[in-house]
Every structure is written in C-alpha cells, then in structure tokens.
C-alpha cells in the first residue's frame, strides 16, 4: 500500500442492549455511536470530511433506509457532508471500510467516519431468521424449505470438513468455548453475564438443543442490536491529530494490508468448485493471502486475529485458512491452546460473534475497531500482551464476499 490509513479510533455500543425494549430506535442508536466515536476520538463534526455506512437490513426490521442522512440528524454540523451506504450482507461493514481506504488512498479526504449498525432484536426470533437468511444468499434457489437458512448452510460447511478432513464435536464446542470465555472480560459483551455449564457445550438436546444439521445452540454467533464506529484519517491527518493531541503517530492504529474477493453467491456452486483444492473456500484463503502480500507478513507475525465466527464451522475454517495450521488440521490449534488468551496466536479475544455478539452490518467495523486498540494496548481485560499486529477475516453470505485487513502500530 503506497497511502497509509490510520484509525484515530471509534466507539461501540453496548450488545447486550435491546433498544425497542428500551423505547429505542435505530436512529437513537446511531446518534449514540457517533456521539461516542466524537467524544472517545476528541473529533469535532466539522472535521470528519466524508461518512460510509455499513447496514444489512433495516429497511427490513425497521423500515427504515437512506442512513447517511443520519448523520446531520445527529448534529447540523454534519450538513453538505458526502455520506453513502454499503450492503454485502455480514461484511457490510468492511465494504465500507474498504470505500472510505480508497478516498483516503485517492487523497478525496483526509479524515472519515465509518459507521456500522444493525437492528435486529425488534422482531421475533423466527422473523429475524427470515429476514437475515434469504437476502444473504439466492433467495428463491437456496434454503427455501428451511426454517433457519444460516445454521443450515454452516452446518453443511462442517459437514464438508468432515468429508474431507474428518471433524469432530468437541473441537466445535472448544471454539465455542474459548470465544465465551474471552466475552466475559469484554464490557460490551453480550453474553458476558450468561450462565453455563459443562451440558451447555455437549451434544446433550436439553441443555444445548440442534438448529439445525449438526449446528447446535452453542455453535451459533447471536442476534444482536449494535453499532459501531471508526475514524479513518491520511497520514497527514493522522500526524496533526497526533500532535495536537500529544501523542506518537506511531500510538496510532494502522491498515497496514487488505484483502477483498467475492465469489458465486451460492455456497453448493462455491464448495463444488473448490473441491480438488486444499483450501474449502478458496474465495477466503485468497482475501487472507492479500492483505498479508500488501501488509508483508506472515501467519507468524500476528499478534492474533479478530474472525467471522457466525458459525464455529466458520471460525473452525478460519484457522487453517489463515495458515494457523495446514489445512484441515484446524483441531491442532485448539487442543493445543493456540488460540486461546495466552496462546501463540489467540483468535476472537473480543468474544467473536459467538460471545461479544453479530449486529450483521457493524461487525466488520468494530472488528476494526477492536484490532485497533489491541496494537495500541487499549482493549482493557481482553488486551492481549504485547500486540502489535492483528488480523481480521469478515465475511458476507456463505463466504461470497470476503475481506481481510492487517492492523499494527
């Protein structure tokens, strides 16, 4: 990458929250990200040149489009500025992360916000399954005699592995178990006050209940309510912050690689074409593969990696495309504590979809926004030691649109 961008920082919601219980609306929930993002950053509205927004679905659960209006809405200092939308499904997010990269690269504008948001508590479970399953895939050709289209699909993402590598449960139920663990020291965590026991994470149908296939409860990243936000700068920007606030720009979070690839929108035609090669969705490995190039590192110089964990299938897929292991030797990793907290390279010490929670539209931004204050030592109790370069796998649909970022300090 020939132009730096530099994260100042952001904000994030509560996930635990549920904001039509709380008489909330999806604007509330904005207003409240950008005023946590300003306030944390010291950045003043009529200094953010530009604004993209990641979102999935609320002209679904909240009949409500046209986000980048909000931004005025919020404050009229923010009138005349350019503001736009981006849809990918799960990586909603990282697409706009990636546009508001490509002005900064452009040297358009020094210094822009990057919103994601997601409300999705505000209907019944079976709703929420309809309207997070069907627009994420081929609607009238995939899934349309099943009740709950995600875990479906990642359960036949399992059932691949195990064709071809063999997989067992408990692996599954490790990953679940570590991104649980990690939640409970996250304050925004939503599971971060759950109850379980030893049964939560058996292959017991009381105390952890199938979805669907081989998917049970403790395999699934939840339905949550959320946003996020990020503050992109130039290095030019970034060092004028940086002084003015007395700090190093080398305290500064950093993008220091990228990755995005998209593939068919069906998960069969994808896993059908990947099926002489060593990676199960080559479409991910690829992503991974370039933001390594542009970033010049390897596996080994992570410090550890934020991932998709929608499904444990997911994150299980994760690990050995990430060269954590060889290919389909992702068990490794978890029976040897690797990506525990304290392992040689921990994976999802935010909590992951899994454990901190998936407002589908803000998970790629506060993915950045957590690699962002691991590498500059400011992720609290989830802080792992000594970082310095994290990676982050997001993805939308059955892995059709994948991104990958490198952020250091």
């Known amino acids: 990458m020939t132009t730096k961008t ?3 920082g952001g904000y994030q919601t509560d996930f635990s929250r549920n904001w039509a219980r709380e008489g909330l609306s999806l604007f509330d929930m904005f207003k409240e990200t950008v005023e946590g993002g300003l306030n944390a950053t010291a950045l003043e509205p009529d200094q953010i040149n530009a604004a993209h927004v990641g979102n999935f679905t609320s002209e679904l659960f909240c009949n409500q489009g046209h986000l980048g209006g909000f931004f005025t809405a919020t404050d009229w200092r923010f009138d005349g500025m350019p503001a736009q939308r981006h849809e990918a499904a799960c990586a909603s997010g990282s697409m706009a992360m990636m546009s508001a990269m490509a002005e900064i690269e452009a040297g358009r504008y020094d210094v822009i916000a990057v919103l994601g948001i997601e ?18 895939m081929w609607a009238d050709r995939e899934c349309t005699d099943v009740k709950y289209p995600w875990p479906h699909i990642f359960s036949e993402l399992a059932d691949e592995y195990d064709h071809r590598y063999g997989l067992k449960f408990e692996h599954l139920a490790g990953i679940s178990k570590i991104n649980f663990d ?8 939503q599971s971060r006050n759950w109850t379980f026991t030893d049964e939560s994470f058996q292959e017991n ?23 996020a936000v990020v503050f992109l700068a130039s290095e030019r920007a970034a060092r004028e912050y940086a002084q ?13 690689g990228w990755g995005h690839r998209t593939s068919h929108i069906s998960y069969k035609d994808k896993i059908e074409a990947s099926r002489n090669g060593d ?3 080559p479409n991910a490995r690829r992503a991974i593969e370039d933001a390594f190039a542009r970033a010049n590192i390897s596996i080994d110089d992570l410090s550890g990696i934020e991932t998709h964990d929608c499904f444990t299938s997911n994150e299980y897929m994760a690990i050995d495309h990430f060269g954590i292991t060889a290919p389909g030797e992702s068990w490794k990793a978890i029976e040897n504590g690797d990506i525990a907290m304290g392992g040689r390279i921990p994976v999802n010490p935010s909590g992951g979809l ?6 589908v539209g803000a998970t790629g931004v506060r993915m950045m926004l957590d690699c962002a204050k691991q590498v500059t030592g400011t992720a609290g109790d989830y802080q792992v030691e000594g970082a310095n370069k994290f990676g982050i796998l997001n993805i939308g649909g059955s892995c059709t649109t994948v991104a990958s970022f490198v952020v250091a300090a």
């Not at 990690?182 to 965590?189: G, K, L, T």
């Not at 009381?206 to 049970?216: D, K, Q, T, V, Y």
């Not at 899994?354 to 407002?359: C, S």
Request: with cysteine; proline share 7%.
């Open 182 to 189: 990690n939640a409970r020291r996250n304050p925004n965590a």
């Open 119 to 136: 409300m999705m508590r505000n209907v019944p479970g079976d709703q929420a399954a309809k309207f997070i399953g069907g627009p994420a």
């Open 6 to 8: 530099f994260v100042l």
């Open 205 to 227: 149908d009381e105390a952890n209940p199938l979805i669907s296939g081989r998917i049970r409860r403790s395999d699934c990243g939840q339905v949550t309510d959320g946003a």
């Open 354 to 359: 899994i454990g901190l929670g998936h407002p």
């Open 244 to 256: 003015k606030h007395g700090k190093s720009i080398e305290n500064i979070a950093r993008i220091d």
């Open 279 to 281: 990676y199960v969705v």
